[in-house]
């Protein structure tokens, strides 16, 4: 009996070679990354700006492991990441900043979105000899990622995964230098606040309010921390709706923005990604009901470029929280950082956003800390007491506001949790198509308009 | 937990009675609380949901046509439907063409793609022992396949285009609906009127027809049953992508994987339509459309699956041939 004539092989065969093929390069970019581990930052980008000639004849090197989501779901924010510690790394290469005075040697690792990938990925970079470890974007990996850390006794510095649990485990080698969840949902209220006192509405008649947010943990957290800080800031207010939703899932709104219509609260606070936070807005422009304002918590869909991209004009008037903008530099105690956006523009043609601004300072304040552990005798030769070294100099991190680069905001390390209490996150409003700072409101080039015009 | 948030939310208990206003009316002083949507809101709501059902109807079509004509599930039935979407965006950002312009292309381009997978993945196995397994395996593998090219050459990242159809409003009898929502179902409802003549008056959808119901019979009476199995698979996939590119206009997430929302959907609709039958997709998208909509109206959006597919059980067990799908007599 023929089991199967020649043809069917030959397809068989050519089928496989097209799967193996196409899986290779799906693989994505992370393995090439885990081939490439020595690939400095001064050969990736430093073509494009020459080092100063201040560089030191000799200097020590340090190797850095960098852990972020660069295939898979979140790749795209996990390169934008990239770019914020590559340009990080490069300017303390090329010496400058004077207080830093070693060159970093960054280890990539891809995480590929997948918890178990990205603690097996920590493995190694602790097997290549890392002194710290920066990362890892998605709460969901840096949660365990950090853990693992802990365990081997690798400082851990997280420099944007938001999840409260992240610092709230006690843990020796894990330090947050951006909000967690929590104070992202107290800046939006505090915002919020603000803004409405700053147009000369009282915060007391802010009577109703809706919770929109995605399901998962990202949207869960921070629609808690809104809950509970809400009449600390609106005394009055009242939850009058909530709904949570799958975003992956979601194909149509029009019952949620049925019922907001109905409740008609004053304001209404949306966690979301990109699709929902589009399909949200179109669906009230569609059901002609909008409140007072629309303020996108967590800066995640409504942050992005292409919200205002894909609504147009429908955009205006929404609010969203954002880590960075280049309002910042508008601003006279930020005017002086302008030079890192400027090089960034000059690699990558546009300005930073919040992911690389969070990222390149977080890079930064590691650095600090290393150059601490350095300062004080530290041998790196010796891994494990340098890793140390660095663990006890990021414990003691203490940087004012005004001397951490980009941001308006300080860092201290020093707490028990090690989670950066100054840290805070500024609100932008969609103005003629545009985001804009509007709050902190030294930092506003404008002023919010509130309420949105109907 | 999730119980638990839904109890404290005020209201909630009664928004099944708030479902029925009469209802409300008479113990309304007992219930309290505002009614969880305003009265001229379920019509809003019946016709935002008839539309989307409308859609799920025009995605499943050409699943349906190939389920029902070759007896084969085409598991890669939302990755072409994801290729439509992006053929609606490299036309309109690259060509500045009309993504309704772009359905036309997107109906050719994957209807000569969906013809090449046939002639290379479907075919050689299809008349072999265990030949539906088989294509459901290698659609499969195709489905893989066609969302690692797409993560390579166009990466995670969601796009989507401008378009003037999505920002703007019809309003009807105090309904509002989008332009793009509107063009999508009229269109859902010609395709699936024409594919319907086709079968029934055009030759080939004759011969297609007559596969469907006997292969061994057709090729008896000298139908060419590999080119009509061909033709059919062309057809089917080049209306999923037509179905892509409108879903484009106003869905707005252009991504690797955005073809698995609308194949889940389209999958459920075929079962509750029965295999085989063109109208019936129509309807059972419309009534799945409903049944979403009822299920986020009354309860809230988690409910949502939960009645669909409550629904979706039921007939598997009192009607398996589909709502309307004609039963095999046992002989």
Redo the contacts between chains.
Sequence with gaps: MSFMNA??WI?AI??LI??LV??Y??A?PGQVKTVTTTTTVTETVGVTTQPTKTTPAKRVEIKVGVLLPL??????IGQEDLRGIQLAALHINQSKYPNIRFTIKLVIADTQTKQDVGVTELRRLDQEGVVAVIGAYNSAVTYPTAAEAERIGLPYVDPEAISDKITAQGWKYVFRTCANASKYAYDTLWAMADIAKANGVDVKSIKSVALIYE?SDFGVFTTNGLKKYLNMFFPNAEI???????A?????M???V??L???NPDLVFHVAY??DA??FV?TM????WSPKAYVGAGAAGQARV?FI????S?ANYGYTQTEWLPDFLNSKVLSKWAWIDQDFNRIYGRSMVGSSALNYVGTYVLAVAIQKALDSGADPGDLKAFRNAVRDALETTKIPAGELPLMPWGVDLTVPNHQNPEAIVAMAQILNERLRVVWPLEFAPVKAVFPAPS | MYFQLHRRRRGDFTSLINFFPLLRIRIGKVTGGSPLIELGAYTQLLVSYTILGGVYGLTALGLSLIWGVMKAVNWAHGDFLMLGMYVAFWTVTLLGIDPYIAAIVSFILLGLLGMMTHIIAIEPVVEKPGGHEATLLTTLGISVILESLALILWSPSPRSYYNSYKNTFLEVLGVRTSVAEAIAFMISIISIVAVDQFLRRVRIGKAIRAVSQNPIGARVVGIDVPRIRLMTFGLGVALAGMAGVLVSTFYPNIRPLAGSVWDIASYVVVIFAGLGTIYGVIFAGILIGILEGLGTIIFSNAFRQILVYAVFLMILLLRPQGLFGKALRRV
Excluded: R
């Design positions: 043809k069917a397809l050519v089928l097209v799967g196409v899986g390069f799906a994505g295939s898979g779901d979140s790749a795209l399901n009058v709706y909530e709904e949570s939703y799958p992956e899932e979601v194909t149509s029009d019952d949620m049925a019922k219509k109905t409740k990109l699709k589009v399909l179109q422009k569609k059901l002609g292409e991209q894909q609504l147009g429908y």
